[in-house]
């Protein structure tokens, strides 16, 4: 008898979980994606035209966040990556030609000309902005409509740049302010759709807030005492926001599985 594997099955950015918001054991596959193999850990994509098993239902991870615990999230979001990236990456960038999955790592090979594709991953700065003791910058963005969240400033880095340039970039485009003491906080994998968000603290060093439209409807500077609808927790924004109002840590010391 085959031992069953424990499963990500998706669908675009749901996954496959029952009730109690746990992975499914199934067969394994030829055509799967092996995530590790000492307890077989797979993923695979759940088939436009194939049915949901009994019992299990279709959540999107985003919302898995507030029942999991940080390994399995992270699990997932590698799992949903690797597997978007397996099927982005269906020929060849140089030549054309169909490629083939390599046997043991994580690289689409071309059979004519040997290149080889890796998954990659988006770094996107995100900063936590302070004025004096007791204030932050919050801002709105002009996307999200349908709430009164505030969140933190964050960009894609740009070819070339470092993160503090990225930083202080971004910040400048979207509210117009200046920065000083710009200091590394954390990182956080985030899978949507392949973005590593590298989190920064800095101070207020001049300009008057002036707003980006098309990205930032509001910003003001809160007081830590009056903050409003903030990110959920789980996101690294709200981790951070948390960390420079009430002093909690914003990366999860306590972890040791890797
Ligand atoms: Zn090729």
Not at 87 to 107: D, I, L, Q
Not at 185 to 207: H, R, T, V
């Amino acid at each position: 008898m085959s031992k069953l594997s424990l499963a990500y099955i998706f669908q675009q950015q749901q996954l496959l979980v029952d009730q109690h918001f746990q992975l499914p054991r199934v067969e394994a596959l030829a055509s799967d994606l092996l995530l590790h193999t000492g307890d077989q850990v797979i993923a695979r994509d759940l088939l436009p035209d194939e049915p949901i098993p009994p019992g299990l239902q279709l959540v999107p991870i985003r919302q898995l966040l507030q029942f999991w615990n940080t390994q399995q999230f992270e699990q997932a979001s590698r799992a949903v990556q690797l597997l978007e990236w397996r099927r982005n990456h269906k020929f060849c960038s140089h030549c054309g030609t169909a490629t083939e999955a390599h046997a043991v790592e994580y690289a689409m090979v071309c059979p004519s000309c040997n290149y080889r594709q890796y998954p990659r991953v988006q770094p996107c700065v995100i900063t936590v902005i302070t004025k004096g003791k007791d204030e932050i910058l919050l801002a709105k963005n002009a996307r999200n409509t349908k709430s009164q969240m505030y969140g933190l400033i964050a960009g894609f880095v740009e070819v070339g740049e470092t993160l503090e340039d990225a930083v202080r970039r971004e910040t400048l485009e979207e509210v117009g302010l200046k920065l000083k003491n710009i200091q590394y906080l954390a990182s956080q994998p985030w899978p949507f759709p392949s973005n590593l968000m590298i989190a920064f603290k800095a101070e207020y060093a001049g300009g008057e807030l002036q707003l980006q439209e098309e990205e930032i409807s509001d910003a003001q500077f809160f007081k830590f005492d009056q903050l409003p609808e903030i990110p959920f927790k789980g996101s690294i924004a709200h981790a951070m926001i948390m960390h420079v109002t009430q002093g909690t840590p914003v990366a999860d010391d306590t972890k040791t599985w890797l």
